[in-house]
């Protein structure tokens, strides 16, 4: 059978949908119907990895950082933030596996991936994956690791609290709340080598600075960072990021 005859097929088993916009995807449409690939807000961060805005939240706070890319610019209740609500709260982890491969083929049709070693999904704390079943990082880095091949290391540091969510935190009490949050267990798996920290979204980076704090102490550690959507600093200061209990479609 035809491929194409094929997906037909299954889309009218289990119709695909836009992650989105929620309509239903035609054969030829992947992850985003073509409405959506045409108003989403992409970035052009590749083009520019090293001094981009994504980029800049990290000079000066993290040591022997690198680079940066989102794939979408972040507002909440938009139609680009429904595709994080989706893994996150509607429990469609696949659909961080199906961003993470679009990630990762635009990133190494680029010339972003050419001397990363290892992908670093942020660790969720035990209680939290456990609650929410799966965590979301790691599944955009699987995608990621579908599209380039490049191995997850998602054991060299551990989350050893989680003191609740950074939503409806400002920027100070964000930072203070995973100042301590990351442990490092097995740094010697990461001598050397330049990791790409993986994250669902990138408001003020306190969170992944927090984490590049312990990576720090590996000797010959270069850090940089992707990630499925970034607030942004204007995004941020005219929007608190959204609860769990806000989330309406």
């Not at 960072?225 to 970034?230: H, L, Q, R, S, Y």
Request: hydrophobic fraction near 40%.
């Amino acid at each position: 059978m035809p491929l194409k005859l094929f997906r037909s097929f299954l889309d009218f088993l289990t119709p695909r949908t836009c992650c989105a916009c929620g309509r239903r995807l035609s054969v030829d449409e992947n992850i985003f119907c073509a409405a959506c690939m045409l108003k989403l807000p992409f970035t052009d961060f590749l083009s520019h990895p090293y001094d981009n805005e994504l980029a800049q939240t990290f000079w000066g706070k993290v040591s022997h950082f690198e680079k940066a890319y989102a794939l979408l610019y972040h507002e909440p209740h938009s139609d680009s933030a429904h595709v994080v609500y989706q893994i996150k709260y509607y429990n469609k982890p696949d659909t961080g596996v199906d961003i993470g491969t679009l990630m990762g083929k635009a990133m190494k049709g680029s010339d972003f991936l050419n001397d990363i070693d290892a992908l670093l999904p942020v660790p969720l704390a035990k209680a939290r994956e456990h609650e929410r079943g799966f965590n979301q990082s790691e599944m955009i880095a699987l995608g990621i690791k579908d599209a380039t091949g490049l191995p997850i290391m998602d054991d060299a540091v551990k989350r050893t609290t989680f003191n609740g969510s950074q939503t409806r935190k400002d920027r100070v009490s964000r930072a203070e709340n995973v100042e301590h949050a990351f442990t490092l267990v097995n740094g010697d798996k990461l001598k050397d080598k330049h990791v790409l920290i993986i994250d669902d979204i990138v408001t003020t980076g306190a969170t992944i600075c927090a984490l590049a704090k312990q990576l720090e102490a590996i000797d010959g550690i270069r850090i940089s960072v992707a990630a499925i959507g970034f607030a942004g600093e204007r995004i941020y200061s005219n929007h608190t990021e959204d609860s769990e209990e806000d989330i309406i479609f």
